[in-house]
């Protein structure tokens, strides 16, 4: 009986002793799998790990676990345990390493070279910031180097008088304030063809603001009433619809634009105001002048602005176009000017004719005629008004039709400069080509 109790003992002994094995072994495996599920994930960090070192690290996973504690119910910590928990966590923080290094966004020195040069487009060939550029890093400097080469070389082959490296600053301006010329040892190809391409953007500019001025209506010659020449002997009289710009050929405005108030005088002024004015021609005129090179300061507001102008005209390859639209100006001003004065002379001619007709009219008989055509009749009794001499003689202001013939001369005289240096600019081009075609 005594042994038989013993042997059911050491059965429920070894049946509690597998149990706890099973376990052992079953808890060993799920740790086993979770380290190496972390070690493929961390793989493309460190991809040099071998077979051996995934056995080493399994096998003191899959170590027997310590002796449970009945009382305390928690396993004694073990060196192995210790080993497995710290590569457990190393890892992780490999993983979380990784996952950092993803979301940290590209730096600009990694940009692939389309985007890159897609950067140098949008900043323009004028921008001071392609030579700050260069300075971001060795990478950046050899990219904006080979582009500055290869667009330096081609700037100069549009250039008259290809910009001296280092001399003067990028405006253009060559003196310092102490009057010495500012002399640089080195300057890159950036540099040197962001200059090239402000001296051509200025010289472009101007262009451009005579094309807005010639584009504009210039009032011809006065005009016959059935369209052909003007007479000398029999001119059109002027019509204050000259003045404001209305055609005699325009519609008569409706009713209800009447009642609206929408057709007037100054709303049809505004329509027209493609009409050119006589100061937009004078400073056409002037920027005319220093684009060939005849800059003069007295012109401008800004006296520095006339030699700039001339400056840069001089070293762009741009002549062409400013000869072209140099001499269209200087025509299109000189046909301008004499138009103003013919109008001119023809209102006083009128002015002078109606007044020599109603003095004639109002003639007074051969034995009371005097000197002074100022008569006054009254009662029949025919005397002189000093009245209207004291008021001619104490009036001192000045005659808008003196400013006008002033200011018409003054643009006479630039169209007539004008067309004299882009005559002597073609001739001495000709020349330098070896033909006289141009003469002939």
């Known amino acids: 009986m005594e042994v038989t109790i013993n042997d059911r003992k050491r059965k429920a002994e070894e049946h509690v002793a597998s149990a706890t094995e099973h376990r052992r072994n079953h808890h060993g495996r799920i740790e086993v799998s979770r380290f190496i599920g972390m070690q493929d994930k961390s793989s493309t960090t460190s991809p040099s790990m071998g077979v051996e070192d995934n056995a080493a690290c399994s096998s003191r996973l899959v170590a027997p676990r310590p002796h449970v504690d009945v009382h305390s119910n928690l396993p004694a910590s073990s060196p192995s345990d210790v080993a497995a928990a710290d590569a457990l966590g190393r890892g992780k923080r490999e993983d979380d390493d990784d996952v950092e290094s993803t979301e940290t966004p590209a730096c600009f020195a990694h940009l692939p070279i389309e985007l890159f040069c897609n950067v140098i487009a949008y900043l323009g060939p004028t921008s001071s910031s392609l030579c700050a550029l260069c300075q971001l890093s060795k990478h950046h400097n050899a990219i904006m180097t080979s582009i500055g080469d290869v667009m330096l070389h081609r700037a100069r082959l549009r250039f008259r008088v290809p910009l001296v490296p280092g001399v003067g600053s990028i405006d253009g301006n060559d003196d310092d304030d102490d009057g010495i010329a500012s002399r640089v040892i080195m300057e890159s190809s950036v540099s040197l063809f962001v200059r090239h391409a402000r001296s051509s953007k200025a010289v472009h500019d101007r262009l451009v603001a005579l094309e807005g001025i010639l584009g504009k209506e210039f009032p011809s010659l006065v005009e016959h009433e059935d369209g052909g020449d003007a007479s000398p002997t029999k001119p059109r009289p002027i019509l204050a619809s000259d003045a404001i710009g209305i055609s005699e050929s325009d519609p008569p405005p409706s009713s209800s634009s009447r009642d609206d108030g929408r057709w007037d005088a100054s709303s049809r002024l505004r329509r027209d105001s493609n009409i050119v004015e006589p100061s937009e021609v004078g400073h056409a005129l ?100 000093e009245e209207d001499d004291d008021d001619v003689d104490d009036d001192d202001t000045v005659d808008p039709g003196d400013i006008e013939a002033e200011e018409d001369m003054m643009l006479l005289d630039k169209a007539s400069l004008v067309m004299q240096h882009v005559f002597l600019r073609e001739q001495n081009a000709a020349r330098r080509h070896g033909t006289d075609s141009f003469l002939g």
């Open 286 to 385: 002037n920027i005319a002048l220093c684009l060939l090179g005849r800059p003069n300061p007295d012109y401008f507001d800004d006296p520095d602005e006339a030699n700039a102008i001339s400056y840069h005209a001089s070293t762009t390859a741009l002549e062409w176009r400013v000869m072209t639209l140099c001499g269209t100006i200087g025509v299109r001003a000189y046909k301008y000017a004499k138009s103003r004065m013919c109008r001119r002379y023809d209102r006083e001619d009128e002015l002078f004719y109606d007044a020599y007709h109603a003095v004639t009219d109002r003639m007074v008989p051969s034995h009371h005629r005097r000197r002074t055509p100022f008569l006054r009749e009254d009662d029949d009794d025919v005397y002189y008004d």
